[in-house]
């Protein structure tokens, strides 16, 4: 049993910014170490989806923080390992360091304007605030804020994490949030505003995990328990970030020099990743784009041929077109889990539209008298449509496909936030 349990490689996702990646690639290369087989679900997407992601079994293992825990996963539960025990998970016995969040200033504009602490900047009415989407809607983030220091919502904008670092150095905003160990702090001259009302809860990072692990895996993620400093974190945030080496090098550098682990950590070569990622793009487009030329086209035919049904059919692949793609996504995620096949299900519900669109109008703009050329020569109705019809609309009919296919490979970059793969 334990060989068969080996066999079967582990999956360990990450969310998407590097302190999270560069953990789970530490992770993936110690079990592989300990010769535990293990892969790495790389940028997932955030809290919530690799949450999700490890209560359906997607995922194995993945980095994360006490405070995110206990506030946003378990509703404020205090008994952390009790409350993950019920749910058949652990969070170890952490990393070795703590990556709080904090809002952080340009160090000339905060001494400009004498802000010191978050007190300071709520007295602040007028400046623009730029925040993760994550640290707007999580309870322990800005509502949190909001509740302890009285912020206002008036001059608060919700942007990526990286857009909001690049925002803050050139002026567009006067404070974002940051995590403690953070590169850009020291690269980018930022200073750290002190939370004089202790607004934020401890967030030591551990590595979150089913329960039910095989032991050998057990045991190597237990050598990883106080092994990262935070000093160490930074500097290999600091690598990844401002240095440009790879995470996983930057990994691989890390378990040598601290745990005389021999790791694989050399990544693939340029040409081999954008392969790698073609041929994934590739896939999502193709299966989808398929599928949906297969039940469109016949859609297409039959809300031609009648009218009232055909308004139907039209309206609701119209409704499906105007749902937003994240959204989507995510709704996928508890029917169908993380990977390829709910992105595929995403892309093939988009492709709908067009292809109906240029079916029902090809058929609809052929004009009546080579219908009744068709009739009076006595073909019959599957011949007139598979003979005439359709090869008369299929300029209309390839129109909509080549709509599809543009919205397909564009929208399945998104894939990538629920593991699907692709250039997202």
């Known amino acids: 049993m334990i060989g068969l349990a080996l066999a079967i490689a582990l999956q360990v996702g990450s969310k998407q910014f590097t302190e999270s990646v560069i953990l789970a690639e530490i992770t993936v290369q110690a079990l592989r170490s300990a010769g535990v087989e293990a892969n790495h679900r790389r940028e997932l997407g955030g809290t919530r989806v690799l949450w999700e992601a490890l209560r359906a079994r997607q995922i194995d293992v993945y980095p994360e923080y006490t405070g995110t825990i206990v506030e946003e996963l378990l509703g404020g539960e205090r008994d952390l390992a009790g409350a993950l025990d019920r749910l058949g998970m652990r969070a170890g016995g952490g990393l070795g360091f703590e990556d709080t969040y904090a809002i952080g200033m340009r160090r000339g504009e905060s001494e400009r304007l004498g802000i010191r602490s978050l007190s300071d900047l709520a007295r602040q009415r007028n400046l623009e605030i730029g925040l993760t989407n994550e640290f707007v809607r999580r309870r322990d983030g800005w509502p949190r804020l909001r509740e302890v220091y009285g912020f206002s919502d008036a001059h608060v904008r919700g942007m990526q994490h990286e857009l909001a670092y690049r925002a803050l150095r050139t002026g567009g905003i006067a404070a974002t949030d940051l995590y403690s160990t953070d590169a850009e702090i020291q690269a980018g001259d930022l200073i750290v505003l002190e ?102 086209i016949p859609l297409g035919v039959l809300a031609w041929r009648h009218a009232r049904a055909g308004q139907a059919i039209l309206a609701a692949a119209g409704v499906i077109q105007t749902i937003p793609s994240l959204a989507l996504l995510v709704f996928m995620i508890p029917l169908l889990g993380i990977g390829a096949g709910p992105a595929i299900v995403a892309l093939f519900l988009y492709s709908l539209l067009p292809i109906l669109r240029g079916t029902h109008a090809g058929l609809a703009g052929i004009a009546p008298e080579l219908r009744e050329s068709a009739e009076a020569l006595g073909l019959p109705r599957s011949e007139v449509l598979r003979r005439i019809e359709l090869p008369l609309a299929a300029p209309s009919i390839l129109s909509g496909i080549k709509t599809a296919a543009v919205i397909d490979v564009g929208t399945a970059t998104l894939g990538a936030l629920i593991g699907a793969g692709g250039y997202g």
């Open 195 to 296: 939370d004089d009302r202790r607004a934020f809860p401890r967030y030591d990072a551990v590595l979150l995990h089913r329960a039910d692990l095989p032991d050998a895996a057990a045991r190597a993620l237990a050598r990883l328990e106080g092994a990262i400093s935070a000093r160490e974190m930074i500097a290999m945030n600091a690598r990844a970030l401002i240095e440009r080496v790879p995470e996983a090098q930057v990994a691989s550098d890390f378990l040598r020099a601290k745990l005389g682990v021999a790791s694989s950590g050399a990544s693939r070569g340029a040409l081999r990743r954008v392969a790698g990622r073609t041929a994934e793009h590739l896939f999502l487009v193709a299966v989808s784009l398929a599928a949906a030329i297969a039940l469109a």
